[in-house]
DNA sequence: GTGAAAGCGCTAACAT
DNA sequence: ATGTTAGCGCTTTCAC
C-alpha cells in the first residue's frame, strides 16, 4: 500500500496524501477527514526511507555505548550497574518523544566506523555516545560529520581544546570530583588516614575525576597521596577483586578504601573476605554510583550517588531538541552526585 | 557524496559502483580496486534509505520490550534481572552478525503499534518481543504481517491454536517447568511440606509454567495443593514484599517459599527481615533466573538459573538468519534450566 | 486548495 | 564487462 493507493481511494492525489500526512495547513478539514479515513482503514504507513530521501528526517537517535576496555565480547555491557539505568532511560525518554533508539555496541577501534556509518547512511537523525573517552580522535571524526551529537562523561574543556565545541555537541557529566571529595572527607571525618583509592579507567572523565578529587581531598587534609596505595581496577569487578588480593597478599592493611565505582567495591567484598578482613569492623569501604546492588549487601554500602537516569532523560531530550532545530550552541551541563552513608564505614581503630 | 560521484571519479557509471558495492561477481578485480579507492578515500557510505527503496534490506532488527504490565514508565524495564542481560547479548550477537538494533519499549496497548508500524514503514527486517503475552491478539495481527519474527517466553501450543504458527515465526523457551520441579522437589527433600509459592504473571507463559509445576510437583509427592499459600507478586519487588507482608501479617508461616523469580524473593526478604524472620533458619526460599544479585545476597540465594544469555544469543541468530533466506519453517526451542543451591535453605523444622 | 512533475540515491533488468 | 534506464515511495516546488 502506497500513498499513490490512498490517494486513488480518496479521490486525491498524492500531493494531497502527503500534505495531510505532514500536516499542512492548507488542507481543509474535510479532504482531511476523508484522507485520514482511508488511511486508517488501510492501516497506511508511509514508507519512512522513501520520506528520508525526500528529506524528512529518520525519527531516529542513535545510542553507542562505547566499551573498548573490555578484551572481549564480555556480554556484561548492559548488566554493567552504570550502563544498564542508562539505556533504560534513554530509550524510554526518546520513546515518549516519538523517537527510535538504534542501539550498537562499540568493542573495538574499528567499530567506531559503525557510528559514523549510522550518520552516513542516513540511518539516524542524532546519536548519544556513552563510554570512555580514550578515541577522543575518533569522536573527532564523529563530531566532524556536523550531525547532532550528545556524548556522557567527556571533558567539557578537553573537547573545547581539540575544537570539537562546535554548536552541534553536547556534554553531559556527573560532578564526581564534588563527590569523590565529599566521601573521602567522610572517611577522614572517621579518623582514617590510611587510605587506599581503587582506581577507575583512567581515560574516562569520571575515572580521572574521582582519582583527582581522591589526591586532592588528601592533600588538603594534610594526609600525604601515597602512591602505594593506589589499585587499579579498571572499573571491573575482576579485575579490582585480584589487583586488592595481591595488594593485601603483600602486607598493606589500610583502615579504608574508597572505590571508583560499585563494581569495584563488589571486587574488594570478594578479596576482604578472602583475607577475613569484616567490613565495617576492620575495614571501610565506599563505593561509587550507588547501584540497585549496594543498598542489598550486607553490611549495605556507603556509596556516591550518580544521577543517571537523569542524565540519561537529559540526554534523550537533549538529542531530540538538537535533531528537531539544529541551531542550537554548544552546551555542558553537569548533575550534583551525593553522598549515601549506609554501614559500611566506621571510625578508624585506634592508632590509625 | 552520491554514488554518482564516485562513479564519475573512477571514471565508470554508477551501476558498476553499485556492483562493487553488492560484491557482484562480475566485476574485475582492477575495475573494483579503482572503484574501492575512490570510495574509501572519500569515505563514502551508500545511503541506506536508497537501497531499501530499490529492494534492499535494512540490516536492522527490531527488539521490542514489552512491559504493559507496569502501570508506569517505571523506568526500571532495562534494569530488570531478565531483561537487561537480554537485551545485553543480543545487540551483541546482532552487531556481531552486521545488524543494527532497532528497540523500542511497549507499556501499553497503544505501543503494539509501534511494533508494526517499524515493520510496515520498513526500518527493520525482522523482530524479536520480550515480554508477557497478554496481548496475543496484538502479536498475531503483527505476525500477520508476514515478516520475520522471534518471539520469546510464548506458548507454542497457544500460538498454534490462534494459527500463528506460520513459518515466519519462531519461538525461543526456557524450561521453566522442569526447573520449577526440582526447585519445588528441592525443598519437599528437606522435608517441607508447607511451602509457599510467590507467583509471578500468569499471561506469561514462564509465569504459568512455574505455576503450574509447584501445583503439580506437590501433589505428585502427596502433598495437597492449597491455594491460600499463593501469592501474587507480580513478578516484582515491591508488589512481592507487600503481598508478603500481608501475609504474614495473616500469622501465616510456612516453613519455605519459592518464589517465580529473584526479583520477588527481594519482596520476600525485605518482608521476612520486617517479621524476624531469619533465612535460612526461620524460613527457607528459592528463587527464580538466578540473577546476579542472587550470589551476592546473605545468606546467597538458591535459584534456578536460566541460560537467558544463550536464549538471546539464538535469538539474534534466528532471526538474522530468518532475515537473510525468508523461507524457513516454524520453529521453538526451548533451553534447558538448573537449580542452584545455595544457602537460603534449610532442612524443615520438626513438625512442619 | 489541489495536481503535475521533478528529484531524493540507489538497484537491477535490459541492452550492448 | 559495463552503461542506460526505469523504477522504489515519498516530498515539494511550481502552476493553476
Redesign the interface.
Known amino acids: 500500500m502506497r500513498s499513490e493507493d490512498i490517494a486513488k481511494l480518496a479521490g486525491v492525489s498524492r500531493s494531497t496524501v502527503s500534505r495531510v500526512i505532514n500536516q499542512y495547513p492548507n488542507v481543509p478539514e474535510e479532504t482531511r477527514r476523508k484522507v485520514m479515513k482511508v488511511i486508517e482503514e488501510h ?1 497506511y ?6 520520506r ?2 525526500a528529506g524528512k528526517g ?1 525519527d ?1 537517535i542513535g545510542l553507542f555505548v562505547i566499551s573498548t576496555a573490555e578484551q572481549t ?1 564480555s ?5 554493567n550497574s552504570y550502563f ?2 542508562f ?3 534513554l ?2 525518554t526518546a ?2 518523544l516519538g523517537y ?6 562499540v568493542y573495538s577501534e574499528e ?1 567506531f566506523q ?1 557510528i ?3 550518520f ?4 539516524i537523525d542524532g546519536g548519544v555516545i556513552v563510554g570512555t573517552q580514550k578515541n577522543l580522535e575518533e569522536i573527532r571524526s564523529i563530531a566532524q560529520l556536523g550531525e547532532p551529537l550528545v556524548l556522557i562523561d567527556y571533558d567539557p574543556a578537553e573537547l573545547a581544546l581539540h575544537h570539537m565545541d562546535s554548536n552541534t555537541v553536547s556534554v553531559i557529566n556527573s560532578k564526581d570530583y564534588a563527590g569523590s571529595c565529599e566521601a573521602v572527607r567522610h572517611l577522614i571525618g572517621l579518623g582514617h588516614r590510611d587510605i587506599a583509592f581503587i582506581s577507575g579507567r583512567l581515560n574516562t572523565h569520571s575515572g580521572r575525576e574521582r582519582f583527582r578529587a581522591y589526591e586532592n581531598t588528601l592533600k588538603e587534609h594534610g594526609i600525604p597521596y601515597r602512591e602505594e596505595l593506589v589499585i587499579d581496577g579498571d572499573f571491573r569487578r575482576k579485575p579490582s577483586y585480584e589487583a586488592i588480593s595481591a595488594f593485601l597478599a603483600s602486607g598493606a592493611r589500610p583502615s579504608a578504601f574508597f572505590a571508583a565505582n560499585d563494581e569495584m567495591a ?1 571486587g574488594a567484598l570478594d578479596a576482604f573476605r578472602e583475607f577475613g578482613l569484616r567490613v565495617p569492623e576492620d575495614v571501610s569501604l565506599i563505593g561509587f554510583d550507588d547501584s ?2 549496594a543498598s ?3 553490611p549495605a554500602l556507603t556509596s556516591v550517588r550518580v544521577p543517571i ?1 537523569d542524565m540519561s532523560r537529559t540526554a534523550a531530550e537533549t538529542i531530540v531538541t538538537m535533531c528537531r532545530k539544529p541551531n542550537s550552541a554548544f552546551s555542558a551541563v553537569s548533575f550534583p552526585t551525593e553522598l549515601v552513608v549506609r554501614e559500611s564505614c566506621s571510625d578508624a581503630p585506634n592508632g590509625r
Do not use: G, M, W
Open positions: 492501516h504507513e508511509p514508507n519512512t526511507n522513501a528520508v530521501l529518520t531516529t565480547r556480554n556484561r555491557i548492559y548488566q544498564a539505568p539505556v533504560d532511560a530509550v524510554d520513546n515518549a527510535y533508539v538504534l542501539i550498537h555496541t567499530d559503525k559514523r556509518q549510522a552516513s547512511q542516513k540511518r563488589l540497585q546492588i542489598r549487601l550486607t537516569a
